[in-house]
């Protein structure tokens, strides 16, 4: 029973250690786990903060390419539209013509 325990006790303990490089940079050591929750969460909330003003960013220069681009594409596209149904204009008027003149000899 006491070999269990000791042998718990040193499974608790490694578990519990870390290495402090995960945290700070340059310093290489192990620490307790439990004494460095503390750094952990500011660490994280660090990240969560800097992740958000990234993605932030992200947006802003998304949004100003958009503003910037769209103007070409609505061009683009009314050009091609203007081009597909430039004929099925053309046909229609034609066609109108056909049948105003047919009412007139009428």
């Known amino acids: 029973r006491i070999e269990k325990r000791l ?24 620490g307790n786990a439990r ?8 660490r994280k909330a660090d990240l969560n ?5 990234a993605r932030a960013e992200i947006a802003i220069m998304i949004q100003c390419t ?15 539209l203007v081009r597909c149904s430039l004929e099925s204009i053309r046909k229609a008027k034609d066609e109108f013509a056909r ?8």
Not at 35 to 40: G, I, Q, R, V, W
Not at 66 to 80: G, N, S, T
Not at 99 to 106: A, P, R, Y
């Open 7 to 30: 042998v718990q006790a040193e499974d608790e303990e490694v578990e519990l250690t870390m290495d402090v490089d995960l945290i700070q940079k340059g310093v290489w050591q192990r």
């Open 35 to 42: 004494s460095l929750l503390p750094m952990l969460f500011e």
């Open 49 to 53: 903060t800097r992740l958000k003003r």
């Open 66 to 80: 958009y503003e910037l681009a769209v103007v070409h594409v609505q061009k683009i596209v009314r050009r091609y």
């Open 99 to 106: 049948f105003c003149s047919v009412l007139e000899i009428q």
